[in-house]
Structure formats: structure tokens, C-alpha cells
């Protein structure tokens, strides 16, 4: 059984950071890519960022370009997200995802964790 468990979501003021991670269970990481996606309400679910450790390879959506960043610790089979210089509109919640097509396209998803909120004020 495959688990995903997000932590690290919280309420920030604009221009703040929050480092989110994602710990799973069932599956092994380092063999996976594996990605950041955030929903906010009203709106699809957009992905972030990807990372597939085994061909160093990583990706950003245009709008955190710069400012987040992926990583991994396959020694902990933990994806991480650190998010600077938030902005309101960065306000989702935020969902790790364990792809089968390294891309940013949420039906490319084969497991979701629950979500972790992320907050910013302006």
C-alpha cells in the first residue's frame, strides 16, 4: 500500500518562505518521479515542480521558477518543496504525487498524498 504523507504547510506573510515534505511509504522514491502540485479554491489543480533523481532531472512551473525548489533524500524517500518569496497567489493546498510520465500534468498522477494548506498573506 502506497502512502504519501505531507507536512510543512502553515501561514506565512508575503515574501516568506516554508519548506514542505512529503514522506512515503510502498513505493521507492529514488526509482519514481516524483512531483509537487497545488489546488487553489476555484481552480484546477496546477502542478509545480518534478524531480526524477536517477536522471538528475528537475522541472519548474513558470510562475515558482526561482523561488521554489525540489529535492530529494532517497535515503529518507523524501521529496521536499522549499517555497521563498511567497506571494498570496501562491496560497493552495499543496499535494506531493508519486507521477508515472515525468511531466506537470496532474492525469500523469498515480498517487496523491492528502494535501498539506499553505497560507500567505498580503
Known amino acids: 500500500q502506497v502512502q504519501l504523507v505531507e507536512s510543512g504547510g502553515g501561514s506565512v506573510q508575503a515574501g516568506g518562505s516554508l519548506r514542505l515534505s512529503c514522506a512515503g511509504s510502498?513505493?521507492?522514491?529514488?526509482?519514481?518521479?516524483m512531483g509537487w502540485f497545488r489546488q487553489a479554491p476555484g481552480k484546477e489543480r496546477e502542478g509545480v515542480a518534478t524531480?526524477?533523481?536517477?536522471?538528475?532531472?528537475?522541472y519548474y512551473a513558470d510562475s515558482v521558477k526561482g523561488r521554489f525548489t525540489i529535492s530529494q533524500d532517497n535515503a529518507k524517500n523524501t521529496v521536499y518543496l522549499e517555497m521563498n518569496s511567497l506571494k498570496p497567489e501562491d496560497s493552495a493546498m499543496y499535494y506531493c504525487?508519486?507521477?508515472?510520465?515525468?511531466?506537470?500534468?496532474?492525469?500523469?498522477?498515480?498517487?496523491w498524498g492528502q494535501g498539506t494548506q499553505v497560507t500567505v498573506s498580503s
Open positions: 504525487a508519486a507521477l508515472s510520465v515525468c511531466t506537470l500534468v496532474a492525469g500523469n498522477v498515480r498517487y
Open positions: 510502498g513505493l521507492t522514491f529514488s526509482n519514481k518521479c
Open positions: 524531480i526524477y533523481t536517477r536522471a538528475d532531472y528537475t
